[in-house]
């Protein structure tokens, strides 16, 4: 008996605090739209090498809802990518500690976990071979990175459909992807259909735009950082995202830091990449999306 009230009470605990993980969603009613059923299973483990708790193995995209408390809820809502070179997620740094942040400042916020290639034990290292074997490494990329931006284009769909499930507006919901994941997002803010626009687009270090294509003509604001010092060279892409936003004169917002390497997150590296995301607020701020 008090072992079945101590689980009670736990539950009640964790469903009443302000950011934590409501519930986590398919994406796809099915199999995932151009995969086929795979029977090896998604899994999450401690990477050493990366140093951050990372999800691998992915083949049934979810989206993971964080809600903020009900009197801190501004309508506003985030679709979160985290990156790994589309063969890992990392999760925390570049996903859940983010949903919480912004959760905190009453953002409703979805963690998406992407289609990813297969992996075995270790994903990082084997990311850090491929990496190592350009044309092995762009192979993978040219197969995994189109079903990792159809999942998150078909992320915005979802919650801008499911907006008043939610208590967000669908004007209001955004996307913002680490990495991988701001690849994802660069693909979102280029391909976007009517009922799967963006509010808003924030790809932090992510590989730049993939292919010559046009800014759209109702292209949503940008905010973009990364450090100079990225450690894979993704530092031009980043700018090149830019600048591409600036030519089509589309309102942008880049913060490119001196210092941080690759992958900087949510990690206090007590460097001033440690306060991006208090950047990046404060622009959603002036974007009018902090605002009940």
Avoid at 8 to 23: D, H, N
Avoid at 173 to 182: D, K, L, T
Avoid at 196 to 221: E, K, N
Wanted: aromatic share 10%; proline share 7%; net charge negative.
């Amino acid at each position: 008996m008090k072992t079945l009230v101590f689980r009670t009470l736990f539950v009640v605990m964790f469903l009443t605090v302000p950011g934590a993980a409501q519930e986590v969603i398919p994406l796809y009613a099915g199999v995932a739209p151009g995969s086929t059923q795979e029977s090896y299973p998604e899994k999450e483990y401690f990477s050493k090498t990366w140093n951050t708790e990372i999800v691998t193995n992915v083949t049934k995209p979810t989206l993971t809802v964080f809600k903020p408390a009900a009197e801190l809820r501004n309508g506003t809502a985030v679709v979160i990518c985290p990156g790994g070179g589309f063969m890992a997620l990392s999760i925390a740094s570049e996903g859940t500690d983010v949903a919480k942040y912004l959760a905190a400042k009453g953002v409703t916020a979805f963690v998406l976990k992407y289609r990813l290639a297969h992996t075995g034990e270790d994903a990082p290292q084997e990311f850090a071979a491929l990496w190592a074997d350009k044309q092995k490494f762009k192979e993978m990329m040219e197969k995994e990175a189109p079903l990792a931006a159809a999942d998150g284009l078909a992320a915005v769909t979802y919650v801008r459909q499911h907006a008043s499930q939610f208590g967000v507006s669908p004007d209001r919901v955004g996307i913002i992807g680490f990495s991988a994941g701001g690849s994802v997002t660069d693909e979102v803010a280029l391909h976007y259909t009517p009922e799967g626009r963006p509010a808003f687009v924030a790809p932090i270090y992510g590989g730049g735009p993939s292919a010559d294509v046009p800014v759209p003509a109702d292209a949503p604001p940008m905010f973009i950082a990364a450090a100079t010092d990225d450690g894979l060279g993704l530092a031009p892409g980043s700018v090149a995202m830019y600048m591409k936003w600036l030519n089509a004169h589309k309102s942008a917002e880049l913060h490119m830091y001196a210092k941080g390497n690759h992958g900087f997150g949510m990690h206090k590296q007590n460097l001033p990449t440690d306060h991006w995301i208090d950047r990046f607020a404060e622009w959603l701020e002036i974007q009018g999306m902090m605002t009940k």
